[in-house]
């Protein structure tokens, strides 16, 4: 079995519809490589009882959690607190972030609300990245991000070769185009019964030239019944009439 | 106070990664401006047993629930019959849609895996719309949309007028060129202090220039209250000797 995760949104700006989240895909699919299951992806707001209540919750259920968002110097920056609060440890300043900052900032501008940014968990474990001399940290399973898409995918990279690995997972499309969902459904039904540890998914699409299609996704961790039932979706759609074309369709 | 929300966003391929999911945002933008508040987002796989302990969760704690996506015609569109089961009725052909669908499709093509898009949980009220034949639908406080975005918002604006609206949010934003969130922390906590009952933000960008800066967004439902935030965010940004730029930073 593969360790599983939780992605924590954290962001009001999330919320409201003012920014398009694209964390998440990042994520899932650097996730799904290195054989770490997403199950669950939770968008809350910036508010300090619903963060350690959704923390406490989440990081029981699931193997590893990542948050993104939060861990700036402004007052709606709370989410290391609220990690601190969920562990139960003081929120504290980290001597080396402290003396990294206070080093990176001409003198006098490190003032109280950069100070924020070097105060971390007691025991959390900064993740230094390439990006922002701000660092993410690590407790326990629950690893806190950035939310700008730069400096959280740096934090995640930074991070990865120190995640407990699983199988990473295969995954093989087929598409076909104008074939439609209702006519493929029991044959592609069929191909999900032969295989029931994978994940056999039909995603209808719509071109911008207005041509319509449909996708045929496996996916799993057994690489070879992977293969096989790719090679049965790509069967199905020649066997409909229509022609199977490999991989995903183009945008 | 305004009625509140959660979207449940079912799909395995939202946790691959394969898809960017763009439905929360045009949710968001539309619930914002609706007066209901956005409370929370999940994004769960297309599992019967999460499917219906979610819903089950969720329908108790927000007003409104929003799902999206596992309403089409293959075998792992599995929405419908796990929302039957969450409120405890039988998942059963609606006659209405039933003889909707049938006249649609050629004959013989109101196949077994199409009859499942006339198959909705008893009592539901199905959401017909503007682009797609097969509906969505509504029972009780849970409302369950297509996952494919262009019938997703057709399927919301055909349910928008009959759900329970509350005060919009009024919002306003002022950007600065070259400011960083830590010069102007201290000055903008004074500002959320001075408006509880408003939020705040703080969004460092970077545009594809180079150039960086900071938007300041003041939300909230007391109009006058957003506009004096926002002449305060305002005031700040030039008190700081930067220039204030009204609205969102360009793209």
Redesign the interface.
């Known amino acids: 079995m593969n360790p599983t995760a939780c992605i924590l ?1 954290i962001g ?11 964390n ?9 490589e290195l054989g770490i299951t ?9 508010r300090r009882d619903i963060i350690v209540t959704t923390l406490c919750d989440v990081r029981a259920r699931f193997d590893q959690v990542f948050t993104t968002g939060g861990i ?5 920056d709370i989410t290391a607190p609220c990690v601190a609060e969920a562990f139960g440890v003081p929120w504290v300043p980290h001597p080396e972030t402290f003396r990294l900052l206070e080093a990176h ?1 001409p003198p006098g ?1 490190f ?4 100070q924020r940014m070097a105060t971390l968990p007691q025991g959390a474990t900064p993740i230094t990245n390439s990006v922002s001399i701000a660092p993410g940290f690590s407790i326990g399973n629950v690893h806190v991000l950035a939310g ?1 898409p ?1 400096i959280m995918q740096a934090m995640f990279e930074s991070l990865a070769p120190t995640l407990p690995h699983g199988t990473p ?1 295969t ?1 093989r499309s087929w598409y076909a185009l104008e074939l439609f ?6 044959g ?2 069929d191909i ?1 019964d032969a295989h029931p540890d994978l ?6 699409f ?1 071109r911008p030239d207005g041509r319509r299609g449909v996708a045929l ?1 496996s ?1 799993g961790l057994d690489r070879a019944a992977v293969l096989a039932a790719a090679q049965a979706t790509h069967d199905l759609i020649a066997r409909l009439g229509f022609t199977p074309l490999e991989g ?1 369709p183009p945008p």
């Open positions: 949104v009001n700006e999330i919320l409201s519809g003012r920014t398009q989240d694209v998440v895909q990042y994520l899932a699919r650097r996730l799904s997403l199950s669950e992806v939770r968008i809350i707001p910036d700036g110097p402004t007052h709606d900032f501008e003032n109280a609300a950069r700008v730069r997972v995954s969902e209702g006519t493929l459904a029991a592609l039904s999900q994940d056999i998914g039909s995603y209808p719509r996704v996916k995903e």
